[in-house]
């Protein structure tokens, strides 16, 4: 398979649109098939909204795995592509629709069901992040891994991406709970991987293979998730500092030391986006802000608030904020998880989300600063400090052809810089179709290569998300 496959595979002689819309409906009907175009509109773009969308063939929004397997056989046939999609709630175009290809939405296929024995939860890909965790709450279980986006994004989609969030610097990301996996393959066999144990090494690390790998290689139709139980109510503290380098310079030195909970990183810009959106009270003027939380139990919180304190004293910070209230806490957090709809409002956004290992977050950080000086545009940036991953927001008039290349030339400009300081091109939101072209440049031709073929043994035909990942 060739590695340029950033649009639909090539299939002889598909009959009209209309004919294969008229075969879909009476092979699956219309229940599970969506061909109104205005209806379909809704299932085109993800979060980027990116403009190169295509329109679908048809729009699949199947209830059962039955239903996903016939989908995806009648498609092999006719080597027609398939987009799998979640919640639409991605950030690098891994769902975006493709020309004349089949988008398979999972959205209804929400059921959970919680073990409390084995400490599980078996989840069907359509179900909320947030929904899995109030399900596991009623039985004084938690599941961890933590996005932003949580009310909003889907557990297949999390799968999809090895989604992480705001406590993987302590607890991990999706990966680290996913214990199996139900897997439709590209020519419509389902495969069941893993299954309610703790420990398995029976064989390849096939589950694994498919977390993270956004849909490129298979359908998840079931996950069983582990759970683990419900950390106690955290401490929160809160500091601002004149620079970014010098909150950058505090989470080096309190993460050498102690393991928090969370440390988030907000810049001045992300604050002023994120005041200007909820007004909460944030400090305006601080050219950084740290939100940390220590969910160690009892005296143990205090020492490690202590900690975490003197190494934001020591890096220069102006005033520091702790609290030992949940709710009040909580409203810190809320202002964190408000940065990306609070940038939104500021104009186009080019979302990255780029890794480097924690004690390189200064140079990272300073550097997007200054790649943003140069190209003259707007680069917001939020961060799961404490685990060395940031997310620059190239903020850009779209309508503005000039600013748009800038905009584009710093977003290229930022994948480079975490590749040069042994960083990753993404540490959560997956490569899709937004950063396809710097993978390589990250994995070298040898990885490359392997990653292609496995591609080609999974799905020789290379219908599944076309353009997407790799």
Same mark, same amino acid.
């Given at each position: ?15 009209? /649109? ?15 098939? /969506? ?156 495969? *069941? ?55 950058? @310079? ?74 030992? @209230? ?108 937004? *950063? ?9 031709? @040898? ?24």
């Amino acid at each position: 398979m060739s590695s340029d496959s950033s649009t639909a595979p090539q299939a002889a002689d598909h009959p009209p /649109v209309q004919q294969l819309q008229t075969e879909l409906l009476q092979e699956l009907g219309p229940d599970v098939v /969506v061909t109104d175009p205005a209806v379909m509109d809704a299932y085109r773009t993800d979060w980027t909204r990116d403009a190169s969308a295509g329109q679908p063939l048809a729009v699949l929004r199947p209830r059962t795995v039955d239903e996903v397997q016939a989908g995806v056989r009648w498609a092999a046939a006719r080597g027609i592509p398939i987009v799998p999609r979640g919640a639409g709630s991605g950030l690098s175009g891994g769902s975006l629709a493709v020309d004349g290809a089949l988008t398979l939405s999972l959205d209804r296929m929400t059921a959970i069901e919680i073990d409390v024995a084995t400490r599980t939860a078996i989840v069907e890909p359509g179900a909320l992040n947030a929904q899995v965790k109030a399900a596991a709450a009623e039985h004084g279980l938690w599941y961890p891994p933590d996005p932003s986006s949580f009310e909003i994004c889907s557990i297949g989609g999390n799968v999809a991406t090895n989604a992480g969030g705001l406590c993987c610097v302590k607890y991990g990301v999706t990966t680290d709970y996913v214990l199996g996996l139900d897997v439709v393959l590209a020519d419509g066999t389902l495969v *069941k991987l893993g299954g309610q144990r703790v420990k398995d090494v029976a064989g390849l690390s096939l589950v694994k293979l498919f977390v993270g790998s956004e849909g490129t290689l298979g359908i998840v139709t079931r996950a069983i998730l582990r759970l683990v139980p419900t950390p106690p109510p955290p401490a929160t503290l809160v500091a601002s500092f004149p620079t970014v380098q010098g909150a950058a @310079d505090a989470v080096v030195a309190m993460c050498a030391r102690v393991r928090p909970a969370m440390v988030e990183l907000m810049d001045r810009a992300s604050i002023n986006a994120v005041e200007d959106y909820t007004r909460m009270g944030l400090d305006r003027s601080a050219g950084a802000l740290l939100l940390v939380q220590s969910d160690a139990p009892g005296e143990a919180a205090v020492a490690e608030v202590a900690v975490i304190e003197a190494a934001c004293i020591a890096n220069g910070a102006t005033e520091v904020f702790a609290t030992y @209230d949940p709710e009040e806490g909580a409203g810190f957090v809320a202002a964190r998880r408000a940065a990306f709809p609070a940038v939104e409002r500021l104009g186009s956004l080019l979302l990255e989300d780029v890794g480097v290992p924690v004690p390189l977050l200064p140079t990272l950080l300073t550097g997007i600063e200054d790649i943003a000086v140069r190209n003259g545009v707007g680069i917001p940036t939020v961060a799961h400090a404490g685990d060395g991953n940031t997310h620059p927001i190239v903020v850009f008039d779209a309508a503005d052809a000039a600013m748009a290349r800038s905009a584009r030339k710093a977003f290229d400009e930022v994948l480079a810089l975490a590749i040069s300081l042994g960083g990753t091109i993404t540490g959560e939101h997956g490569i899709g179709r937004l *950063k396809r072209a710097a993978l390589s440049d990250q994995l070298g031709p @040898d990885v490359m290569a392997l990653t292609l073929r496995i591609k080609d043994a999974l799905d020789p035909a290379g219908i599944l998300n076309p353009g997407a990942g790799f």
